[in-house]
């Protein structure tokens, strides 16, 4: 119960310095911002009101504070570049990138986890090679251009591919799946060729220790032993790993999502930047940002419920 | 040498200095010769596929690409630079004092780093990009915060080991003054993890300036960026698919260069580690 108090705490200092480094993000910027947003052309009294209604002529630790309760009621003020809500925008765009993302994980566990044992089986120094190979490869290939490539290999040779834009779930589940597949796939397979050497690297650690070899020299088939023992044991470790997986995937959304026009939070955010719509800005940064930490959060808590020592520690 | 020659058979070694000594000739190259002006624009001679005139072949502009790749490593190279040298000092400055002073120092200073890569790295690029505004230095500027935590807690860790070993205790006796105990006597003997961060870092900083450009929010032209012509190429995937290989290969073989020069690094400096 401690670890779980400590932990708690320290989701919330970490949101607090989130929110508190956001919003000075925005105060040290050079120039006027009201100037920024309005352009060269707006006078005094377009100014004036801009700020009131933003809220920019309260001292800052109001404004602060404003601010973070805008956050947690969901009411972050109106887009400057829409004129609607910023909530109202994040949900119309969350669908989108919330499918990208899930889709996006199950092609990773479904294939890393597999390939994970399956390499830990087949131990040699060809395959090593081969291996660490393809993980640096996958390290370095930037998403956007591997996005590219599936669309020049995939998207133009199968018509199943939608190459460009978003088929909502409930008009067509083909049309959908064939929209999300690819930039799910540019996410994920990088995903799979850095992640899978932890699923083998976990299998091994369990299967070079005692209980192993005493379950092996009972006569137990080696099927018994991987999927009965090993596996369980490596879930843990492997846990970890998907929750670093999911903040990843989260933040390989944004970029993935221009490449496929997909109309999600990705695309909204470097609109919104090059519209130079900050409260969008701020609050976009803030949701995925909360999102994120509060995944690893989750993935802390739940390692400490299947692994007790960890609470000891 | 000779300590490099025993490493000749590592792969990671070899291969990674290979790939960043040829775009680092290419790199000096370009600042004296290009095959073609990287600017001047030829539309008769546009989107031309790969040929002996143009190794690489020719943009919508009809500029050739090679020596448009050609001049993208100054970029590359300037941001990573630029970008890494930011982390560095300061990653090392704010991890070194907090190992080594501790108390409310490490306190204070940690949590913020904590925080700070609390964010998705791209989101806190795109919100200090929206901040600064785009430009490869500013695009520089904000990889480098980004570069700072890591490189902080790696610090950090080395200075808190360190500082109870017998030749800082025996500094301190003797009246070093404690910043010269930091950095003259601690620092060396905790820098080769660092050298391995920063090598790092690097590639990550080329991908990252990648991601930004293709965005259309980090380097701008005419300042010919990698990324840029990644995004540039994409309109023409279907029609001129050839284009998109340039800067897509370059990009992955300059990062790829980092990662393996990295690997090699902490294998040499720490067999045990493999």
Do not use: C
């Amino acid at each position: 119960m401690a670890y779980i108090i400590r932990r708690i705490i320290l989701f919330v200092v970490t949101m607090v310095l989130v929110s508190l480094i956001t919003f000075s993000v925005f105060q040290v910027m050079p120039g006027d911002p009201i100037r920024i947003m309005l352009g060269t052309e707006a006078d005094e009294t377009q100014v004036e009101t801009l700020k009131k209604q933003l809220g920019l002529d309260q001292p800052l630790y109001v404004q602060y504070i404003d601010w973070v309760k805008g956050l947690v009621t969901g009411d972050l003020g109106e887009s400057i570049r829409f004129s609607r809500p910023v909530t109202e925008l994040l949900a119309d765009r969350l669908p989108v990138t919330i499918s990208l993302a899930l889709i996006t994980l199950l092609i990773v566990v479904i294939v890393a986890i597999p390939l994970g044992i399956f390499v830990a089986k087949r131990q040699n120094k060809l395959s090593d090679v081969v291996l660490s190979s393809a993980t640096q490869l996958g390290m370095a290939i930037p998403s956007f251009w591997l996005g590219m490539l599936l669309i020049l290999y995939l998207g133009m040779n199968f018509s199943f591919f939608t190459i460009s834009g978003y088929v909502p779930w409930t008009q067509s589940v083909a049309g959908a799946l064939g929209a999300i597949l690819l930039p799910a796939l540019t996410i994920a397979i990088p995903q799979i060729a850095v992640k899978f050497r932890y699923v083998r690297n976990a299998i091994l650690e369990q299967l070079r220790l005692d209980y192993v070899r005493t379950i092996r020299s009972k006569g137990i088939t080696e099927k018994f032993v991987m999927y009965k023992h090993v596996l369980r044991n490596s879930m843990i470790p492997i846990l970890t790993i998907f929750g670093l997986i999911t903040a990843e995937v989260v933040a390989g959304t944004i970029i993935v999502e221009q490449v496929f026009s997909l109309p999600g939070i990705g695309q909204l955010l470097i609109t919104s930047i090059s519209y130079r719509d900050f409260p969008l800005v701020q609050g976009i940064v803030m949701y995925i940002t909360f999102i994120v930490v509060l995944i690893n959060f989750l993935v802390d808590i739940l390692y400490s419920v299947l692994d007790p020592r960890i609470r000891l520690n | 040498m000779k300590t490099l020659m025993s490493h000749a058979k590592n792969i990671n070694l070899v291969l990674g200095l290979l790939i960043l000594l040829s775009f680092l000739v290419l790199m000096i190259l370009s600042f004296f010769y290009t095959p073609y002006d990287i600017n001047v624009m030829n539309v008769a001679n546009k989107l031309k596929g790969p040929s002996s005139e143009h190794w690489f072949g020719t943009d919508e502009f009809g500029r050739d690409i090679f020596s448009r790749i050609m001049k993208g490593t100054q970029t590359a190279f300037f941001v990573g630079t630029l970008t890494v040298t930011i982390g560095v000092i300061f990653g090392t400055l704010i991890g070194g004092m907090a190992g080594y002073i501790g108390g409310w120092v490490d306190e204070v200073f940690m949590r913020i780093m904590d925080a700070l890569m609390a964010f998705p790295g791209i989101i806190l690029a795109l919100m200090l990009v929206a901040v600064f505004g785009p430009g490869i230095v500013n695009t520089s500027i904000a990889l480098g915060i980004i570069a700072i935590p890591s490189i902080a807690r790696i610090a950090r860790s080395g200075f808190i080991q360190h500082k109870e070993f017998e030749y800082v205790l025996s500094a301190k006796l003797i009246g070093v003054k404690p910043f010269k105990i930091m950095f003259r006597h601690i620092l060396p003997n905790v820098s080769s993890p660092l050298i391995v961060a920063a090598s790092v870092s690097f590639g990550v900083a080329m991908l990252a300036e990648a991601a930004l450009s293709y965005l259309g929010l980090g380097v701008q032209p005419p300042n010919p960026s990698w990324g840029r012509m990644l995004k540039d190429s994409q309109a023409y995937l279907t029609s001129s698919p050839w284009y998109t290989y340039a800067p897509g290969i370059s990009i992955t073989f300059m990062v790829l260069g980092f990662y393996m020069l990295s690997n090699a690094i902490r294998d040499i400096m720490d067999p045990r580690s493999n």
